[in-house]
């Protein structure tokens, strides 16, 4: 089992810039997450799809964030215009649940360190 | 806002020790879960209880639960060098519209000394 593929895992732009991070879920598993994990902060989730589809994105911090899901093996998380601020580590997450998230364990990727000068 | 709160923050132990962590949080949970954060990687699920579960074991690790409390603890017994890390846990939680959410902690950064 692959695991849940990031890319890239690091990746340093400039104010500004467009960031688009990538993730490939588990397959089979049909829940995905999206989290930021700063040291101010904690981890946070940012959005999570179910089969594909938005069902909590409250997380998302402002405008700036997008995320999709266009099938269930590719996510992708864009932030446009990328600051300072959103310098993190961004983790993707994937799970299993029959009927959208029931609690059950997920799993994570490697994580994309985020850096914007 | 989070809804796991662990305690301590940071403990250092020896070799062989036992160490052991605490998680209190808010609301009702559907089951609590412990995760590890090796420097530089992603988060690793150690264990999962259930809410009408009070302890668990595998392994090295013990994890209780009193949901009276509302608080949890996992016990590392034995401890390596290898178990530094970071230890988080996250509670699960209907949040609506038939799903739930996964809430963590800011975690115990724990290490170990040989």
């Known amino acids: 089992d692959a695991g849940v593929i990031q890319s890239p895992r690091h990746e340093v732009t400039e104010m500004g810039q467009e960031v688009t991070l990538r993730c490939k879920p588990i397959?089979?598993?049909?829940?995905l997450f999206w989290y930021r994990q700063t040291m101010m902060r904690g981890l946070e989730l940012l959005i999570y799809f179910n089969n594909n589809v938005p069902i909590d994105d409250s997380g998302m911090p402002e405008d700036r964030f997008s995320a999709k899901m266009p099938n269930a093996s590719f996510s992708t998380l864009k932030i446009q215009p990328s600051e300072p601020r959103d310098s993190a580590v961004y983790f993707c997450?994937?799970?299993?649940?029959?009927?959208?998230?029931?609690?059950?364990?997920?799993?994570f990727g490697e994580g994309s360190w985020l850096t914007v000068v | 806002s989070q809804q796991g709160e662990e305690d301590p923050q940071a403990l250092s132990i020896q070799e062989g020790e036992n160490a052991t962590m605490n998680c209190s949080y808010k609301t009702s949970i559907n089951n609590l879960q412990w995760y590890r954060q090796n420097s530089g990687r992603g988060l690793v699920h150690l264990i999962l209880?259930?809410?009408?579960?009070r302890e668990k074991h595998s392994g090295r690790l013990r994890v209780t639960l009193d949901t009276s409390k509302k608080s949890s603890s996992l016990l590392i017994t034995a401890s390596r060098a290898a178990d530094t890390a970071s230890y988080f846990c996250?509670?699960?939680?209907?949040?609506?519209?038939?799903?739930?959410?996964?809430?963590f902690g800011k975690g115990t950064k724990l290490s170990v000394i040989p």
């Open positions: 997450a994937s799970s299993y649940a029959g009927r959208g998230f029931s609690g059950n364990t997920i799993y």
């Open positions: 209880i259930r809410s009408n579960e």
């Open positions: 996250a509670t699960s939680a209907y949040s609506g519209a038939g799903s739930y959410q996964l809430t």
């Open positions: 397959s089979g598993h049909n829940s």
